[in-house]
């Protein structure tokens, strides 16, 4: 599928005019770029999020900030010493309210730079559809933006969960090739608008120029908006595939995988024009499917790394997905929840993924091999719901 009207009709849901106090609204985007001089390849995210805008639309509210809760009369027990005084609570546990833009490279060198604002604070046009944020815009085609954080502001604001740095970007999308409905229920809605999405531009990271070309941005973009985000996040896709069958690299394949939905994996893909739909929120009688994130054993050739396992089939087809992602790349980061009390995902994450996938058609009593393709550069992610520690 293309770019349409009817992918941004979509992608506009819960932006503008947004009239629920809870839930989550997230847009991320994901891209390959090129370090200027040295040609070294870093991997980037750009995320634009909502967490429960309208409890505090016109000043962002964090729920890891302390905030102390304490009349005035309590204050004086506390003053006086007296034994009630042992007993009060000192901070108030709320539900977040902010509208979020991070950027981030994942790798050996991974960091992740934030931005909050208040719903007021954000500018959504219609027609073309795009959104002002601070310094940063979300258009239709086009990300443009800064965010600057010292570490006196990082050491201030632990809330913030990020680190100190500087980023801007000028970039150009498309959006390559569209599914719009990855997971449907009544509190979910996640689909990859740009399960293949190229990019061009440029983006300035730490006083680093990178350039961003689209035949090697291997680029993706999904979309997760829901009431909750799963108690588990379980995610693989890639763009970047090379046929071991006829050794070629196939530009028009890529896939995403993502869950956990009514404990199952959602996945989506094409091969070379051949999409493949396996839905979470389909019939169990559709498809069966398994997977797992677990530690290589040591001493295998694989130790020190992460494995991505998927296997997924029906009445005609078999795909099985094997990843692996080295320790010393994945990122660990903490994207706080829209139901507040200190809850956070915390995830793990890497976008340097190799591995490889393979697609049978059963003939009979048969597997008849489609493709066998090798993958790289994959986003590799899990994560489970936890109590915050800050």
Known sequence: MTNTSK??????????????????????????????????????????????????????????????????ADL?????????????????????SYCSVRVGMVGKESKQICEYHGLKSCNVRNNPFEIQIGNSLFAETKLTGSVELSEQDVKEHPEFLCNSGKAAWNIDYSLETVFLEGFKSRKAHWFPCGCLA????????????????????????????????????FHLSSSNLTSNIS???????????QGEFNDRI?????????????????????????????????????????????????????????????????????????????KIMDLIEGFGGTGEIKLYKKNRKNLEQLEFAKIEKAVCEFGEIEEGGL
């Open 7 to 72: 992918v941004y009709k979509l992608i506009k849901k819960g932006f503008k005019n947004p009239k629920k106090k809870t839930g989550v609204n997230y847009w991320r985007f994901v891209f390959n770029a090129i370090a200027e001089g040295t040609g070294a390849e870093k991997s980037f995210f750009i995320e634009l999020e909502y967490i429960n805008p309208s409890l505090s639309p016109s000043a962002p509210r964090l729920g890891f900030k302390p905030r102390v809760k304490i009349s005035e």
């Open 76 to 96: 004086q027990y506390v003053l006086a010493g007296t034994n009630s005084a042992k007993n009060l609570e000192t901070e108030a546990i709320i539900q977040p």
């Open 198 to 233: 190229k990019f061009s531009g440029t983006i300035l990271f730490d006083g680093v120029s990178y350039l961003i070309d689209p035949k090697r941005s291997y680029g993706y973009c999904d979309r997760y908006i829901g009431s909750l985000f799963p108690k588990k996040w």
């Open 247 to 257: 050794g070629k690299l196939l530009f028009g394949s890529s896939f995403s995988v």
């Open 266 to 342: 959602s996945f989506l893909g094409t091969f070379e024009g051949q999409p493949l739909v396996f839905k979470a929120d389909m019939s169990k009688r559709n498809y069966s499917c398994v997977w797992d994130c677990t530690q290589a054993p040591e001493g295998s050739e694989y130790e020190n790394k992460l494995h991505w396992s998927v296997s997924v089939h029906n009445k005609t087809y078999v795909i099985d997905i094997d990843v692996y992602c080295d320790l010393k790349e994945l990122y660990n980061r903490k994207l706080e929840l829209p139901q507040g009390k200190r």
